[in-house]
């Protein structure tokens, strides 16, 4: 089936923080304390008794935006210490150790101290609640700013930003007022970001224990991404990396932000529904509440096996982007990127399953997998065939279907990196699996409802487009998925059957970028002749969508992610189609 998912592990993790805000932690005075770094070296906050001022960067070695933001502090470093300015680092996480505080202090190449902070006493005393979250204090100790370190990356109310540039460095404003002798103008910025992994103060009671019924639950739901490998920021494979995500996770599942799932639960019931149960939440709740009880380890369940190499059968054909590796960097924003790709197929082919896999999960946001026919131009003759999301599955078709590619057809990969902090290298790639022509009943269509013809005003927060297709054979509808940019804000899907009834078959009221998911039926919908599938979507183009790139311009259609797109896809079949008793017949048709 046609899956063309993409995610975005920034969502996961991180938390609203862009206003500024009454703070009661400025003003607050703070007391010598002494810490060990990775090395086991004391540092104490003494030491820096001769600066003018003092940056206090609490930091967490897997939290993303820690990771982005590392470097950025390091620079920051160097530019204001000739000006009497010290920086420290404090990771209080305690599912984080001394040997991964160095490795993420020589990755970002950071000169500063970086200290450990057991028991989390040094962040309770400036009251810290986050990663990356700084605090600027003068030469009597007294905290005069506390929150971000720039506007560049964050959350909005559901989805996760990058901006292409700063627009305000918060931090840097702070120090240079208070260098000057000035007061500063906005002494506290909330700081979006992980919560600190603290050592609960709760004693761990109940029958609601980790061993017993989170690992299961973690097991079936999260594992798939949170492992060693995979995409996401952080493992939960075990207790001691579980707990110190606690207030994290209950932030999330609070918020319905994990697992990843949009669908109005009103319409349609989809195989890959990732939502949490009832019961499952109120587990989770309970584990948190009574102080996350680790339970009998004999208790454990079994780990969860995950296929090594290919998921579908040994590919007959393996196909990168190219020759070298692509060079992805450290931050901001990267265009998506498409490579086209000569496979050399010089006869006909029938692919039967295609599995996109990235080189490097750490930073490949999504791959779509198109075929170019020989003839075709540039735009909608590119068929995607599949593509890659962190945690779904390979494109494998049903017994006997198959999608057909003509001779002499090219392979066009789209790869949307998202920076990880350090300079990276990606060498994508795609396996293919041909189908015998003689084994094809039904031919794989993978169909779009587009609208090109939009155009979103400036600062509008609701602006509606439409687009739909029409089917010209009796067809079997398999899967939905919607496809806007970063205004996207919810999209529809709507059959609008022949006899004139009308069926909501999938809503997504809000829509979120980092999460494209395609959403597969649970039992394949007939769509007689003639019925119209009916896409309504809708575009937030106002500065109140924090992730919009411009608000105060026209928004046209585009490939890239500041421009916008309206597509919505679907796979399906023609119901009565078998290709071994009748001609080849031409792709279904839309209007």
Known sequence: MLKTAIFAVVSSVLLVGAAARSDDRVGRRIDNFSLRDYRGKACSLDECQNNKLVVVAFLGVECPLAKLYAPRLQELAKEYGARGVSFIGVDSNQQDTLTELGAFARKNQIEFPLLKDPGNTVADQFGALRTPEVFVLDAERVVRYCGRIDDQYGLGTSSGYARPKVNRRDLAVALDELLAGKSVSQTAVEAPGCFIGRVSKIEPTGD????????????????????????????????????????????????????????????????????????????????????????????????????????????????????????????????????AVDPGWTEDKWIKAVEARPGNRSVVHHIIVFVQPPEGREGFDRDAIGGYAPGDGADISPEGVATFVPAGSKIMFQMHYTPNGTEQTDRSYVGIKFADPKSVHKISRGDAAINVLFRIPPGAANHEVKSRIRFKEDSLLYTMMPHMHLRGKSFRFEAEYPDGTREILLDVPKYDFNWQLSYRLAEPKLMPKGTKLNCTAHFDNSAENLANPAPDEWVAWGDQTWEEMMIGFIFCVRANEDIQAQPLQAAAGGE
């Open 208 to 339: 609601v224990t980790y061993s017993n019924q989170i690992a299961r639950i973690l097991k079936d739901r999260c594992v798939s991404c949170h492992r060693p490998g995979e995409v996401a920021p952080f493992p939960l494979t075990s207790f001691d990396e579980v707990v110190g995500w606690a207030e994290t996770i209950r932030e999330v599942v609070d918020q319905g932000r994990m697992p990843p799932w949009f669908a109005n639960p009103e319409y349609g019931h989809f195989v890959n529904d990732a939502r949490l149960s009832d019961e499952e939440k109120k587990l989770i709740h309970a584990w948190l509440d009574n102080g996350c009880a680790q339970g009998d380890p004999a208790n454990l369940p079994e780990p969860r096996q995950f296929v090594e190499g290919w998921q579908i059968p040994e590919p007959d054909q393996v196909v990168y982007i190219s020759d070298e590796p692509y060079k992805v960097p450290a931050e901001g924003v990267v265009e998506y990127q498409y490579f």
